[in-house]
Nanobody, 116 residues
Framework: QVQLVESGGGLVQAGGSLRLSCATSGSIFRLDAMGWYRQAPGKQRELVASITKVGSTNYADSVKGRFTISRDNAQNTVYLQMNTLKPEDTAVYYC??????????WGQGTQVTVSS
């Protein structure tokens, strides 16, 4: 069974930084694409950043230049480094694993709150 466990969320002032981690188990991590999504109150879940199995990355326009997604295949972990945080970054952040067989798996989410 695939499991994803996020950590690293919290409360930070505008301009600050946080690093989210997502540890996975139960699949061949190195073959899967990974992504971070977020959902703010009253809004739809949106893609923040993604990384393919070969390390190609993609970012939402709103976070380009501020967020960096990376992966450690030896640790089965994906990271999201978030710098220069803004109040509009406040949301629940979810880790996503898209398996090579086409299934999507989700973590439980971690709250990020940015105060102004």
């Amino acid at each position: 069974q695939v499991q994803l466990v996020e950590s690293g969320g919290g409360l930070v002032q505008a301009g600050g930084s946080l690093r989210l981690s997502c540890a996975t188990s139960g699949s061949i991590f190195r073959l899967d694409a990974m992504g971070w999504y977020r959902q703010a109150p009253g809004k739809q879940r949106e893609l923040v950043a993604s990384i393919t199995k070969v390390g190609s990355t993609n970012y939402a326009d709103s976070v380009k230049g501020r967020f960096t997604i990376s992966r450690d295949n030896a640790q089965n972990t994906v990271y999201l480094q978030m710098n220069t945080l803004k109040p509009e970054d406040t949301a629940v952040y979810y880790c996503n694993q898209h398996s090579s067989s086409g299934y999507d798996y989700w973590g439980q989410g971690t709250q990020v709150t940015v105060s102004s």
